[in-house]
């Protein structure tokens, strides 16, 4: 460590506690209290990246979240790597390992740096003009651009670390802990309201707290001792909450907010183990207090970008927070005062200050005369037209500033340096107060942005609200935070303060050159290698509004969002266009405010929690019978039960084959069922499904298709009378909710005058559907009490049974074709009744089967699956369900739509049978269905909805929609594929036992 | 995020309601007696303004009841909630 880097005087850093650290495989040392940043520096290390595009060394520019260029892979290749880090936030800890982006082989050597020589031609727009052509090159193109464009590396394994959420409500929510949100805090809570003040450093205070100028004083005091004082008081009041480390992300409306709480990143690794690391917190509050500050502007002129320029204020930071001094050579180029108290910190500890380069022709401060009385040279109205150093800077050159600021002047003087401090002038951080909704109004006099209309109950205070001098500051505070708390008592007697800052600054966005635009390097965004040249550049494409600039440069779509440059691109935008500034407005500030993790995005919802799934009351048979699984909606449902090393081909032959031969038994569970009552249960089905129900008598079942008001299937199920004026729904698993809903809607908004009442029961009942020649003889055994014999319980009927005095409801019900039957039971029987089925089937070589082999039988009957056969667009006439449609109802939901212009057309794609010219070849769903194949473009007539190879009917069977389909039965149509057609004819969509033989066989 | 106060429940968070569409749209008692261009009035015609809405919303993590909502679309303020069947509120 170079020793006449590091000061020992700062209260931040504890000297006592050395920390090892590794940067680019190399080992550093650095104090607790450090960020990698300051570490970094005090090492005498600048250049710690390479830039996007051009790979220009490129090294530390501030000390926070507003950093563009210090952004590095932390944690190198651990399963905790991060990749887009800024150093600046990073608290160095023991072990920590990180490294440079976007370089290679190394920082110092970077072969990308190349395209530093070729940015002649690399201009804004570079790759949309270059790589257009041919079109279908794109995709060769893209992988090396892709690969020699460069952020960090994402992580290839599980994060090993523990985020979670957290809702948090409070009256008051003040964002940022310098001195106007401190204030308002003790404001707020002294008055009783629960305030929460957050702030994304570590420490509380702000800019203010390290502050120790004898030219701003509060009450005589100089400010961070008076400040140390507030803090200290305000943590002990009760009401007060205080979140360090905590970054507001995102303001949504209604003050609800979004901010990551870091609660381990700053601790070794090894204590890291079982503690949460990062934590979201949603917060509503009643009343939010923004006073985020305001972020420093660089100055925008020639080769503004190399390690060793830094903004001044952060110079200023580096010195007297952290103790180190960011170069031993300096110089600060300035517009306005601030870069003065960064002098007077650099003078205070001895640092050699070359030169200070202030635009301003006029002077008339006290700190800038005291600066002048230690013999530093100021050069009054001079710029810095160019700088020098590859890995560093070293020199730079000035020259006169012309009256008007348009040109420079007179002869070119060099200045040696190793640091050099920018100030540009302040940029209040209204990120959060535009996401919120908020307006923002342009402030002629200083150039910047401020609140205007506020969309909720906040408000803005300090710099972020336009504040920049501290008399200022406090003054406002104090009044606006009475108002908006409605208080009459401040806590804060008469406090005096003096500045010796005055608040003149001379703006110029775009510094004049010796040199024609073309043959500058002027960065405006330093993360995404923007120029001022490739701005204007746009405007000369005819760029006019600043959201297609911003798009076409790249301006202010890095990680950082351009927060230091944005205001200059504005600034140059409407230089170049001769516009107002404010009258293109601003590009949306977008959350987050600085890039979240996905862990804390996601919280605890990781692993099985993702995505919850429902499982049956039978799924632990299916599992431990070797069941695959397929998701249906949130259901986990047994897709099908492979033996002896099947493949799924193999299982679902087998298991459909038994299913017609003997018996099956397939887990129903997941229908969705609605529990329907009241006397108007009969008039309602009416109006919801297509079919006629008043005459369905006690004890009946019945199939039913529901629409949408547009005609279109939405929904099929069989419902049971239960009782005069009671019936149970079956629905498909995946639209039980949504069917729900739907019923629901129109019984509170259209029909209200309707005594009926829904109840979801779907999780309440385990249904077992055991199918087959031989389901009498097994269900029989099951519930011997139960009279089976067709004229007592004839198909589509339902009896009330018990199973070991257990009720159940049985239906008399099939999707299959075979003679079967549903069990109904209290779910927590369900497996056990399953199980009893399973013993009494043994003889019967009862075979369960899941989801595909239930597929395959119905469509061997040509029954369709609302979901896979339809897809919104088919009416029932265009399934073939006629039949299913009431002529005699008056109305019911959809029936006007049947008979629309577009409905009624003949050449609607409708449901038909497919069969394959060879019977062995199985289509693929979704594979497209035409006529001819000679036409060029080919007219598409339909695709296919299910395909099965039928182990019953030994072939090949499909269904399949097709334009007019309806009157091609016998046709000849072709399904091509990518190496062949395959010849299909149009069938009857029923394909096995039309007549319902199965259904009635005398068992 | 809305906080909306359901006219059954109280205030709760957005994440509890689903949106519904325009309010105050009733179904055709007599469907069949209308044209296809007077159904197709009902049945796609939506209003998407900027500024003063009136909106259908359902509590369906709650109460599961539909209530009308008037929202300033340009803003997200909500005006008023009320139940089905109310009339609206005069602007």
Known sequence: MSNNLRFKTSKFIDETYRVSFKFNNKTYFGFKGDTLASALLANGIHLVGRSFKYHRPRGIMTTGSEEPNAIIQLHDNSSRTEPNVRATEVEIYEGLVASSQNCWPNVNFDIGGINNLLSPILPAGFYYKTFMWPASFWEKYEYFIRKSAGLGKSPKVADPDIYEHKYIHCDVLVIGAGISGIMAAKMAAKNGFKTLLVDEKSYLGGSSIYDNSEFSKINNQITSSWLEKEINEISKIENLEIKTRTSVAAFHGYNFLLARENLTDHLPINQRENKVRQRLLKIRAKKVITATGSIERPLIFDNNDRPGIMLSSAIKKYIDLYGVACGENNILFTNNDTAYETAMSLIQRGIKIN??????????????????????????????????????INKISIMKLSKDGQTVIGDKIKLNCDCLGISGGWTPAVHLFTQSGGKLKFREEDQVFIPNVYPSDQISIGSCNGDFGLDEIIKNTLSSIKKFLDIDNSEYKAVETISGLNQSKRNIWLLPSDKSIGKTKSFVDYQNDATAKDIKLALREGFRSIEHVKRYTTTGMGTDQGKLGNMHALGIISETAGTKMGEHGTTTFRPPYTPLTFGTIVGRNVGEFFDIFRRTPIHDWHVANNAEFENVGQWKRAWYYPKDNENMHQAVQRESKAARDSAGILDASTLGKIDIQGTD????????????????????????????????????GVTTRLGENHYIMTTTTGGAANVLGKLEDYLQTEWPELDVYLSSVTDHYATISVCGPNSKKIVSKVIPDLDLSDEKFPHMSFKNAKIDNIKCRVMRISFTGEHSYEINIQANFGKSVWEKCMEAGKDFNITPYGTETMHLLRAEKGFIIVGQDTDATLTPIDLQMDWIVSKKKYDFIGKRSLYRSDTIREDRKQLVGLLTENPEEVLEEGAQIVADIKKSPIEMLG??????????????IALGVVKGGKNMLGQKLIIPMENKNINVTVADPVFLDKEGERLNAKL | MFLITCPFCGEREQSEFKAGGEAHIVRPKQPTELSDDEWAEYL??????KGIQFERWNHVHGCRKWFNMVRDTSNDQIKAVYKMGEKPPVK
Request: hydrophobic residues 30%; charged residues 30%.
């Open chain 1, 355 to 392: 030169a200070i380069i202030d635009i301003r022709e006029q002077i008339d401060s006290k700190i800038s005369y005291e600066v002048e009385k230690n013999n530093i040279k100021i050069y009054k109205g001079y710029s810095v037209v160019d700088t020098y150093g590859y890995r560093r």
């Open chain 1, 681 to 716: 249960s009969s008039e309602f089905l009416n109006r919801v499904y297509t079919n006629a129900w008043s005459k369905l008598a006690v004890g009946k079942c019945r199939y039913g298709l529901m629409l949408n008001e547009d005609g279109m299937v939405y929904d099929d």
């Open chain 1, 943 to 956: 695709h296919v909805t299910s395909s099965y190879y039928s182990p019953n009917l030994k072939k090949s």
């Open chain 2, 44 to 49: 796609f015609m939506r209003k998407n303004i």
